[in-house]
């Protein structure tokens, strides 16, 4: 049975990260590494560390049961702990745990778990990265509308938009790789000072931290949130950018715009009584995605504020706000990609919306044609008569511009068609495609982990 | 297998309510009762009818093949749609759905849910009301320390305490009642014109609002989404109101506090190292579940804001929003619930601390008590001096005013002695107490509807 | 000077309404009033009431100073009842604020602040619930393409659109209405048990929610912030409204779309270098007021859970919240008055878009044309196949449909011509409208304050 | 007059920073530094990059009037070129804002704003630090209750809880810091590609970058609101850090517990009538700034969902939203930075209470003392065993466990008092304390720009 909110608002792989057993397994991971280190240290006998390990295995949980008693207990780390206990052979069984607390199990196995999603979230960024890498370069120098308040300004190329997103999933990389890079281990004992391992409590900590391969902090963190705040605004961040990229193409996928197109997956029937309809699907999964996780964002930072050595109510809600975080994260990042990849392009009518309004989308260029000859005020005045003129008459704008005299005593009808083609108006357009695309390649090449690429 | 937010963020009860199976079962029972209003209106044939309600039955219907397919067509609706017109005999098969879009099934299923998990909530704050009820009326002169900004202020009773957590639980069952009945049927069409069903539109959606008990809106609600947030708000005010009870209890469970404590619950382990620890366990659920509930209630405000005839984003995610605020919100119910069952409470630990400071936080009733003879403002300078010096010197209040031969001159030792107990000083609580058990009790005899009584 | 806010983000109405000064105002009247029930109830001597009385005059008081001191003090009212005393003649200066405490004079105060703001909100909805009705009727057999999910869907009417923000102002009319005749009286005292008061607690609030005309609450409510978060959650629903409008005007004014246009306001620049535009800027302003509400509320939501008898930060935030609320919402329904009071509608280029995708917009009534005659399946593959035809070969929907000989077997070619004329299939959109604009006027006439209808 | 929220929820230097009138003087730094750029470039004269840089003074403008047609232009911008226009004489005229558009000086200046705002925080911030870190090594050994879920735990130091809010707050430097480095330019020109500029687009603004001294971005970024986003996280979680510093302290000056105490401030009048109030003014309003911030970070969360080029709603209410983002920020940082200045340390009160419940907290120090001569398991059941004896009978663990002749076996009386003394058991706490405050020491010498250390 798939989790309720797949294939909708998460992807079956990052619930699976996710889901309930998921992070059993992460919690003996740390119980077992815990034994290990601590065996390292000379804490505890290395034969007890071996027979921890041992029963550390999801397979002997019942893990719909842990989940009822920590229901009861407070934590799902207090159940586990008893059961493993039981699980280990008597004579190491006073050694399962040592020294650790509830919620050192617990965010670490949280930190486990996100290091998974993160990286599921690069490969998907990755993909959308390539992709959006492509379509910069291809339509580098198509020619489309450029649009602020939703208004015709002045052209801009499609390939700049797709840059934009680019250079939106690169930044995400790159955060995403760094916050993976932050994930901590959490080791404090029952109040943070980790009394109970006597004067090796630091040791053992570096030791843990590198059986896990995770970054040792300075201080435990227990109510210390801020890293959990941080990670929150990452995959916010990732959203909102997703989103961004989602709510150009469904504005761009209007009846009356057109421009581009969501390829139609397999097996979407689009409406039943109305056959035209084109529906800008992966975009609306993807900014609905974005809404749900803007919510937990803000659980998340209002959480910070916990209580004394450990929260009461900020910390627990982390426990489901930090997974619904990833699942609707990756489900943004999921449907993003496919919309990506399946994108139709229609280059021909991103002509014909330029040209909507007789060329009035050229006014700026036109008074940047006069400039040079006009000074900057006259070609002003000239230009702004030409395009009310135009807009009145609702006529073409080369044509009204022809018949100003002063258009004419300054550009011949060939440098005046020239100056109103959409294309020739484009300025830095292709060089911020290049740079947009440079950065990318640069992160892929030298920045991103092997294990990213696939 | 339980759902993933189960127990610790939902109740079983809750995550049934909003399953998807149970989604299914309520878009079928829209269709089936469209079916019923439209013949009965004569806009199809009584037999096409029965034909559509006797598959609309979910034991017929693959959910997860059903949520598969929504992924892709953009609406868990359509491919119900089309599985239910493969199963319904061929002359009826054209009357499926007829005259509906798919924002009418969905929104009226989820109206017809939220109506099962209004109620839900309902008994459990039926069964706050009265155990809080319980509490007001025994301690309503159990005197305790009456604390702002977290300072002992001046004396409260404990059943006043209780008697506010009672009122909330009262407005709220107000609340969900006003939104029960307010529950709306959906059915506008395509776009809101019930066009497909010429001049019977009103009429047909007349007839469905009877067969499924929900009430006709004025007009189709498809992108006017203030209804949701309508109820979103009351769900995320039966939060709040839970969480400040469950905040009281576990600032009152404090070490340093003691005046109540949570039972320990059948199988809660508590800390194994540290079994002094009395854990303020659903206090901790109640505001973790109220904290996750904040952020859904923010992601439904936001949604409000739909594009012209139907949302892209802002809707669906409210597929995802609404069963899980509901959850949040029925497991922050539960919680406070099992909470205040069983509650206990201990009034010699009241007493004692409020004797904490020597007395001082009688400072105003000595005050009051000098007023009458002394003026108002001689009665200040002299329980200020008084305060203060038993403050300074770590002295009993009654002590130092005793010595003070202006309070010597207008009350006997007796009638000092009697001032200064917390007990007298209790103005309109017993009052308030009452104003609250009333209105509670009123309110379950004349408006609670009898399925609330369980 | 006016607030930082004006006028982009507030009216300066309602920055008047909650500024600093009306806010001391507002807690002079307090003050007074209270001096005054407490006189009636025989409390307080008569004359000292009105001496009182006469120094609750803002003149008297140093705004700017009380603000600083309030800084120090933790509460604007304690430096304000400080400074009334100083000011009141020696006999009456003990009865300055007698048994009250801050939290009575600083949420009695805003509530009565929270009057005057909804008296200005309701204003501004009343002229846009006129216009908007006049839009409706005046529209309401306008055809225009329905947009489901940014598709043309099915034609509506501008009419019925219109009918939805008039539905929409409606509805928020008369929340406000309830909220304002909601609006408490706050009167607990230190803790909120009126002890000072003695047995004359209850009735001291009487007289007082009579003197202020204030409802009298059940208990003191210093804790029980569900009110707050219900006035903030009509207001939010306000803005909603008001922003789903104006989205609505946003889209419809691209210049791909260009159906509407907002009226241009005097002073109004417009892009130098690009005189052809024609920006959404009321709609704007609305939609990022909204946005800035909708912060707001989610703080207002959270901020239930206070602590005890007097809450620590979730309170004392509402003194910025409310007031941001209030301006951030009066600014959105401004801007959305004005917006509508200048719209400019082109049923021409209704008309015209409608016509986009050469009548495929028609495709559901084809089907709902010939199904009478050949059955709903058969009519299903015909509008079906039609449509698609049309799509594919880019022509006109009536063209492709004419020379399908199942069609010309059941409809002549002038009752083809007339079921794809998309004023045909309007379906109950007049009754719709009629329906929105009778439940405004019932309420204008029966509901509404007359002080609403300058 | 100060602003409307000072100084409760704003500082003045965060007031003036973020002013109306420094908006205009930062926009007119762009303006000045556009045409010096320009003229570097060669695109304008070196006599009109003077006349207009000449122009560019506040004194030369009026602000609220400014503001007054921002509210009908749609930016403050607009009406600010025009102003300046007309100001520069006739031949330069035409080079002001040359090639630029209302969102590039509008997002630069609020670059230049934040930079300012940055730096009065990184002061704060680095003024909290210097206290706590000495608060955390005169403490480090000073033991007080470990509390988590507000129930006792083990022993800690308040030197440890110093030095975690000194991590915190080192933290936030460095994440300050990080964002004051990235503080970018905006410069697209009216669609982003910078057309008007030609071919020399990228090199004027590399040139502007450098006058303004910042950073360049890798494409023009006005729909790519990411940085924003990212800018509001790290006030975000400055004000959770402080908060949660904050709610330490209030809660540790509860009546009950009373270890600490806000210093009582100047002209701070307290409760008239209850003058053995202690009240934690400045950590309440710390928490009160830090709630008002969480509700602006989501809104500059879901506002990075902006429509392609330009914002529709989502950009504008940025000009509201930033500036009172820092404001909350500056509140709860100088609060938070008044409250360490202040704040009284009672490390009697600390002991004592860690007597309560007669020495329970040392259960797990009992158990760890046992252990290597008990093994653990029968250390766990001898620990517990007197740690429930000790809670039932209601005496001191101590007395308990001496009496155990399990104990007396392996520990002598004196080793068992040594072993229950709560200072003889706080594991790592110094070590922890020598990390924070070394790391603070060295962000301090070596990171920090010198103007933070004033």
């Known amino acids: 049975v798939p989790d309720r909110a797949d294939p909708m608002f998460s992807t079956e792989e990052m619930s699976t990260i996710f889901s309930a057993e998921s992070h059993v397994r992460a ?3 740390f119980e077992s590494a815990l034994a290990r280190a601590e065996a390292r240290a000379g804490i505890i006998p290395e034969r007890a560390a071996e027979a921890i390990a041992e029963k550390c295995a999801v397979e002997l949980f019942d893990v ?5 008693d920590a229901g009861m207990a407070g934590t799902p780390a207090a159940p586990l702990v008893k059961r493993l206990t039981d699980l280990v052979e008597e004579d190491a069984r006073g050694f399962v745990h040592w020294g650790a607390t509830s919620q050192d199990v617990i965010d670490t196995a ?20 390539a992709i959006c890498a492509a379509l910069a370069e291809r339509h580098a120098r198509t020619p489309m509308a450029g649009r602020t308040l939703l208004q015709h300004a002045v052209p801009t190329s499609f390939g700049l938009k797709a840059a934009h997103w680019l250079a939106l999933s690169t930044r995400q990389l790159t ?35 590198e059986e896990l391969e995770l970054t040792l902090p300075e201080l435990p963190w227990h109510t210390d949130r801020d890293y959990v705040a941080e990670l ?4 916010g961040m990732t959203c909102g950018a997703m989103a961004k990229l989602a709510q150009d193409v469904a504005l761009l996928m209007q ?11 397999e097996g979407a029937g689009g409406s039943s009584a109305m056959p035209q309809k084109r529906n800008p699907v992966r975009a609306t999964w993807t900014i609905a995605s974005a809404r749900l996780a803007f919510g937990v964002v803000a659980v998340l930072f209002s959480g910070m504020v916990q209580e004394h050595e450990r929260g009461v109510g900020g910390w627990q809600a982390e426990w489901s706000a930090l997974p619904d975080l990833f699942r609707f994260t990756g489900s943004a990042v999921r449907h993003a990609r496919k919309l990506v990849e399946t994108l139709e392009v229609d280059p021909e009518r991103m002509r014909a919306n330029l040209e909507l309004g007789g060329g009035q989308i050229m ?15 006259e070609a002003f005045r000239v230009a702004t008569d030409a395009t009310r003129r135009a807009a009145t008459e609702r006529r073409d704008l080369l044509e009204v511009a022809a018949e100003d ?50």
């Open 27 to 29: 919690m003996l991971a």
């Open 64 to 68: 719909a049961a842990l989940q009822q």
């Open 110 to 129: 949280m930190a486990l778990q996100a290091r998974d999603g993160l990286d599921a979230l690069a490969r998907d960024l990755m993909a959308i990265g």
């Open 175 to 209: 955060r995403v790789q760094q916050r993976r890079e932050g994930l901590l281990l959490q080791l404090g004992g029952a109040a943070g000072t980790l009394a109970a391992l006597g004067d090796q409590g630091i040791r053992v900590a570096e030791l843990l931290a």
């Open 232 to 235: 929150a605004s990452v995959l």
């Open 255 to 265: 009846t009356e715009v057109g421009e581009v197109a969501e390829g139609i997956p």
């Open 363 to 377: 006014a700026e260029a036109l008074m940047m044609a006069l400039a040079p000859r006009l000074g900057r005020n």
């Open 405 to 454: 005299h002063r258009v004419g005593e300054v550009l011949s009808p060939d440098d005046l068609r020239a100056a109103l083609d959409p294309g020739s108006y484009l300025g830095s357009a292709e060089a911020f495609v290049r740079r947009a695309v440079d950065r990318f390649r640069a992160f892929v090449e030298s920045d991103a982990p092997t294990t990213w690429r696939s």
